[in-house]
């Protein structure tokens, strides 16, 4: 019987302020600090950490603390349970084990973190003693309120005969994802910085002809939607600006109405045309409708309903494609890197469907793929590294429960499904480089988890093929009869899952349609049905990553995984075995991951493991 570690700590800008634990059902140690006792049972394999989420175990592991027991995160315990529940600990607390309710007494005022919203953890020095003995009390109470949780989470799970799935699918991952965080990605931050400055030119030239086209003032914001708003969508605008007297020259009178003279500025507003375009519809959030009736100024959006016009197409492709590389990658990096390798928190409760995310301070995900400033902006991360991507995953996934026998016989044989619905669409398709096979593709995807023509036109156009929704409903009146068997299982699945209120996945976990709980009137249940197909593929595709990168980690020496990005697999080969990665490992390596997961698939998986200086070169 192994014993068990209950552990929370209190820090702040990664500074240790109290660590408080208890061994299984024994008194709670605080401390200021990490004790030779702490450090000993962390260090012990038959000692089982449990802690809320994985800030506790990540923080000792950068501390260079072993932890080598399992890790029981009552999390991931709760969200096996329901993924679509709340998983702070004072909610979870309220709802598993009532009698002992979690107060949230550490709060964020302004960016800096509070306790009992007066005394700052980053003045933590300067707190009296009274103020120091009821925050050990309160890092107390939460080792008390977690031990109980994680008591009651075990329960539930034993009882709803989730508890096997738990220990030997779930925990092993969340121990794997821990070292994966810790491990974290080598990048070029000279080359990050050199790139910055090319793609900072760009975005300020485009910037300027979009300023100088449309005869914008100054104070114009490009990051603004209101201010996008008022110039697309109005025949004449106002903006308000306040001038230096010493401005020379001055802005004439048609140009600036003047409303008060200042001592030292000149208070009025710029006055200038707009584009007069149509609106957009306005935003609406997933499944519901909102009260919001300001125009759309997402990019999808304005391509969609003013696709020809030449100054959005150089806001969306030219202003805002660079913006955002500079501001969510390339000027972000060199700020939140730690010599010279970036580091990331995946997510393993992150989405419904199972399916890993990542944040904090990168977002791996989102990193673009297909166009040729994404392949540059992939040559950032350097490094002795080995990768493989899955080749269309979920279209297996979905091949092997439709039993379609066109998408059975294409993977059977090695085809192309893209190209494939190229020439159903087009009747005709030239191999790879085809620009019609690239249609198919976003075809493929645009449709397979039932979205309508008004989606795939958006998603056809922001990719770089206008497309207008009667053009898009036609491509799927085409499609939908081709794959017949795979169109009438997706609706099979929805009629299941409206039934059952789930989808269960490949490896039996239950994806449960929160929508259809929540339903108040059509677009709820409509966006349930859209859920449904969506929960069981992509379900099923986490199933098999997951297996996958445990047996790989579990039995390939070697290699450190250091990321998975949708069905893209990372690995770092480490110095002591950089030179013994023979072409028959390798070809173990693929064998593991398109066979090793252990389900009974109709179609084969594909998956070419590559060794590669660059995640670009891949």
């Not at 300067?126 to 890092?139: E, G, Q, R």
């Not at 044989?413 to 005709?428: Q, R």
């Not at 013994?580 to 252990?598: M, P, S």
């Not at 009974?600 to 200086?613: K, T």
Request: with cysteine; aromatic share 10%.
């Amino acid at each position: 019987m192994t014993d068990t570690l209950f552990l929370d700590i209190e820090d702040v800008d990664d500074r240790l302020l109290l660590v408080s634990y208890a061994l299984n059902d024994g008194p709670i140690v605080t401390a200021e600090g990490v004790s030779p006792d702490l450090r000993n049972l962390l260090s012990r394999p038959d000692v089982t950490l449990v802690t809320q989420g994985d800030h506790d175990p990540l923080y000792f592991v950068n501390m260079g603390l072993l932890v080598e027991g399992p890790w029981h995160n009552t999390m991931v315990m709760a969200w096996v349970l329901d993924e679509n529940q709340s998983l702070k600990l004072s909610d979870l607390t309220a709802k598993y084990t009532p009698a002992l309710v979690k107060q949230d007494t550490i709060g964020t005022q302004a960016g800096r973190l509070f306790f009992q919203k007066r005394w700052p953890l980053d003045d933590y020095d300067n707190w009296t003693d009274a103020v120091k003995f009821n925050f050990k009390a309160y890092s107390r109470k939460d080792v008390e309120t977690l031990r109980a949780l994680y008591l009651a989470l075990r329960r539930r799970l034993r009882d709803e005969e989730w508890e096997a799935y738990w220990l030997t699918e779930e925990v092993p991952y969340s121990s794997l994802l821990l070292r994966m965080e810790a491990r974290g990605m080598p990048v070029d931050l000279g080359a990050t910085s050199t790139l910055a400055e090319e793609v900072r030119r760009m975005r300020d030239e485009h910037e300027a002809s979009l300023r100088r086209v449309a005869g914008l003032p100054p104070c114009f914001n490009f990051n603004s939607p209101d201010h996008l708003r008022e110039y697309l969508f109005s025949a004449f605008c106002s903006l308000p600006d306040s001038l230096p007297m010493s401005m020379d020259p001055l802005p004439s009178d048609e140009d600036f109405e003047v409303t008060k003279v200042g001592r030292t500025l000149i208070h009025g507003q710029w006055l200038f045309r707009g584009r007069g375009l149509e609106p957009t519809p306005p935003p609406k959030k997933k499944g519901q409708e909102t009260a919001s009736t300001k125009p759309s100024t997402e990019a999808k959006e304005l391509l969609f309903k003013h696709g020809d016009d030449p100054w959005i197409q150089e806001y969306v492709f030219g202003f805002k494609r660079n913006d955002k590389l500079l501001s969510t990658y390339l000027d972000k990096w060199p700020v939140v890197a730690r010599e010279e390798r970036l580091y990331t928190h995946f997510k393993q409760t992150g989405t419904v469907t199972g399916r890993l995310s990542s944040s904090d301070p990168v977002n791996l995900q989102n990193i673009p793929k297909r166009s040729e400033m994404g392949k540059r902006v992939r040559e950032l991360f350097v490094g002795d590294f080995i990768i493989g991507d899955y080749d269309a995953l979920e279209m297996r996934i979905m091949a092997h429960y439709s039993r379609d026998p066109k998408l059975l016989r294409v993977f059977e044989e090695g085809g192309d499904p893209h190209a494939l619905t190229a020439h159903a669409i087009f009747g005709a398709c030239d191999g790879h480089d085809d620009p019609r096979r690239d249609v198919g593709k976003l075809v493929n995807y645009g449709t397979q988890y039932g979205g309508g023509a008004r989606t795939l036109a958006m998603s056809m156009t922001l990719a770089g093929y206008p497309t207008t929704q009667s053009t898009a409903k036609g491509y799927i009146e085409i499609v939908e009869p081709f794959y017949t068997r795979l169109t009438s299982w997706k609706r099979r699945v929805i009629w299941q899952s409206r039934d059952l209120g789930y989808v269960e996945t490949i490896g039996g976990r239950l994806r449960r349609i929160q929508s259809y709980q929540e339903a108040e009137g059509w677009s709820r249940g409509a966006y349930g049905e859209r859920q449904a197909v969506n929960s069981k593929v992509q379900g099923s595709a986490a199933d098999i990553l997951r297996r996958v990168m445990l047996l790989v980690d579990d039995y390939f020496e070697g290699l450190d995984l250091i990321a998975q990005v949708h069905d893209e697999l990372i690995w770092e080969r480490t110095t002591r075995y950089s030179d013994n990665i023979t072409r028959e490992r390798l070809d173990w390596l693929k064998k593991a991951c398109e066979t090793g997961h252990g389900f009974d698939l109709r179609v084969p998986l594909v998956m070419e493991p590559h060794v590669c200086a660059n995640w670009g070169e891949k």
